[in-house]
């Protein structure tokens, strides 16, 4: 371990000090940053985790609620309304609660791309329900 020379406050002789207490310093100091920042998101962290699982939750309801009707394109558009709407409810936390620019954007994106495909599905529902009503 080297030493550096430096004077005491004291009494101004020269002493001998290890480098190592200014970097156990700086150490303690960045530990200290880390547990602050950490413990200001930790709010944020919880909140996002809870609206996840209770928005998994709805979409796994609504999924297993949807009509099957054996058949494949009924069925598979009956599903995935729900799933969709899932993913935009994610994206609402993402924006919510996210920073990263390029999460954000995604999230963005997942509005409007997973709003119009519910729509295309629902509007086929309905058409597909008509021609067999008649």
Same mark, same amino acid.
């Given at each position: ?19 190592? =207490?200014?970097?156990? !310093?700086? %150490?303690?100091?960045? /530990? ?5 920042? &950490? $413990?200001?998101?930790? @709010? +944020? ?14 979409? =796994?309801?609504?999924? !297993?609620? %949807?009509?099957?009707? /054996? ?5 598979? &558009? $009956?599903?995935?309304? @729900? +799933? ?51």
């Amino acid at each position: 371990m080297k030493a550096t020379e430096g004077r005491s406050k004291y009494d101004g002789a020269t002493t001998k000090r290890p480098r190592s =207490d200014a970097m156990k !310093t700086i %150490a303690v100091i960045g /530990g200290l940053l880390v547990l602050t920042a &950490a $413990a200001q998101n930790a @709010p +944020h962290e919880d909140s996002f985790r809870k609206e996840m699982h209770a928005t998994m939750q709805v979409m =796994d309801r609504g999924m !297993t609620a %949807a009509p099957m009707l /054996g058949d494949v394109d009924h069925d598979f &558009a $009956a599903m995935m309304i @729900p +799933h969709h709407q899932g993913a935009i409810d994610m994206a609402k936390s993402e924006l919510k609660y996210g920073t990263d620019p390029v999460m954000r954007r995604l999230a963005q994106e997942i509005l409007v791309d997973q709003q119009s495909e519910i729509v295309a599905m629902q509007l086929w529902l309905d058409k597909r329900a008509a021609r067999r009503e008649k």
